[in-house]
């Protein structure tokens, strides 16, 4: 399967690239590359651990010199930082960029084409679904650092004293669902969570949909496709029976419905159960972790749910021990090691060779020794790798969270609210030169 479109044909479908024209200008000069015999790097990243990983590495040779600067995550101004300071031509030599933003970052410019940097070695010791990602018609953009693929999380204590099993599919899970309304008082089986465009957008890449293409030198929007109201259907059948409740997942009511046990799954990337570890100590024995129901039980199909990876800037002078670090970044055990020293976590990476360093860390008693890393590993092997995002996710993503906010009985539908979403998409992407054809329905 093919993965998205390269820059070449990106600026084909018409997009006028705004950074294009300074990028590269006003670099940092020659006097700042290095410090004593050390070439100087600079390294923005909004991940935990990152600090960590660069002491490691500066302690590890005396070649390369890292300085590291934590930035805000993406949504909270960390992307709006790359930009700007891409427009005044003094980006970070390396940037942490999330899946969904990279292909934005990429035609506009800020992401470096790395087919001419990364070995042959290093490409062999990552996934080829979590490559494909970054690559785009065979050029690549940035390195992957871990894969997320989508699990069900659950409460076991509850399922066992209920006599429940894990649903392999979703029409068991909506039976699920009944049988929690009806039998487990306060109970329901999930939420539909009202700022989760990522997650739908994961459910539909599991049903097989495709919301963004390349098509005759022009983009298509195709949001309304056949499997995206396949999903949006089956979920508006979920809120309409009262199965699922509706709330914003990074949010306080969340939070204390998971924790009182209103919500019994959650739908996301195989971290969350680090994230659960670290929100809810107190709940340690009450999880554990299956796979995704599928639409049909014989099927194995997938979606990931977060991720992110490692961009060597245009502006860059010294792309290659930019790319020194970040493969010792993905691939080494000890930058594994020392990301994971800054707290319990379930990332998964996306060098398997490194599975066994994040199961070594990991404390099995919450999960009651469940294998977590055996199960992320099968899972990793589903994940759809020819899903296309869009140039411009961030934005998609929050008109979907203000439709999506409006959904219940009697209101707006999911499907209204995705169709909303492309609305609100298209002005945006002709706003950026391109080329655009909307598919609806």
């Known amino acids: 399967m093919s993965g998205p479109p390269s820059r070449r044909t990106l600026l084909a479908a018409g997009l006028a690239a705004p950074l294009i024209g300074a990028l590269g200008g006003c670099g940092p000069s020659e006097g700042s590359l ?7 790097i600079t390294f923005w990243s909004a991940l935990r651990g990152s600090q960590e990983v660069v002491a490691a590495f500066n302690a590890s040779q005396d070649r390369i010199h890292v300085d590291f600067e934590q930035v805000p995550t993406g949504t909270q101004g960390g992307y709006a930082k790359l930009g700007n300071a891409a427009r005044a031509g003094n980006a970070p030599d390396v940037a942490t960029i999330e899946y969904p933003q990279l292909p934005g970052f990429a035609i506009d410019g800020v992401a470096r084409d790395l087919n001419d940097l990364v070995t042959d070695d290093l490409r062999a010791q990552l996934l080829p679904q979590a490559l494909e990602r970054t690559t785009f018609d065979g050029r690549l953009y940035s390195v992957p650092l871990d894969l997320a693929p989508m699990v069900l999380h659950y409460r076991k204590d509850v399922f066992d004293h209920h006599g429940l099993r894990a649903p392999r599919t979703w029409a068991e899970f909506a039976d699920l669902g009944r049988t929690i309304r009806d039998r487990v008082e306060g109970s329901r089986i999930t939420a539909f969570p009202t700022d989760g465009a990522s997650q739908f957008a994961a459910f539909v890449c599991q049903a097989g949909g495709q919301w963004f293409d390349i098509r005759d030198d022009a983009w298509r929007v195709a949001m ?36 009182d046990g209103s919500i019994l799954t959650r739908l996301t990337g195989s971290w969350d159960a680090g994230a659960q570890m670290n929100a809810r100590p107190g709940q340690a024995g009450q999880w554990a972790v299956a796979p995704l129901p599928q639409w049909e039980e014989d099927d194995a199909l997938l979606s990931d749910h977060g991720g992110s990876t490692f961009a060597v800037s245009t502006d860059s002078a010294r792309p290659e021990a930019a790319m020194e670090f970040i493969a010792w970044q993905v691939a080494h055990p000890d930058a594994f090691r020392a990301r994971l020293s800054a707290g319990t976590s379930t990332q998964f990476p996306a060098a398997p060779a490194l599975v066994d360093v994040g199961r070594e860390a990991l404390d099995p008693d919450y999960y009651d020794g469940q294998d977590l890393y055996s199960l992320f590993d099968a899972e990793a092997a589903k994940v759809r790798d020819d899903w296309v995002w869009g140039p411009r996710m961030s934005s998609t993503f929050q ?32 706003a950026l030169g391109l080329n655009v054809h909307a598919v609806h329905g």
């Open 34 to 40: 290095s410090a004593g015999d050390r070439t100087r």
């Open 399 to 430: 008109v979907m969270h203000d439709n999506f906010a409006r959904v219940g009985p009697g209101r707006m539908s999911v499907l209204d609210a995705v169709a909303a979403a492309q609305e609100g998409t298209i002005p945006d992407l002709h």
């Open 224 to 259: 309304t496709d056949a499997p995206t109201r396949r999903v949006a259907e089956y979920w508006q059948g979920l809120i309409d029976e009262g199965l699922v409740h509706t709330t914003p997942t990074n949010s306080q009511q969340y939070n204390a419905q998971v924790s």
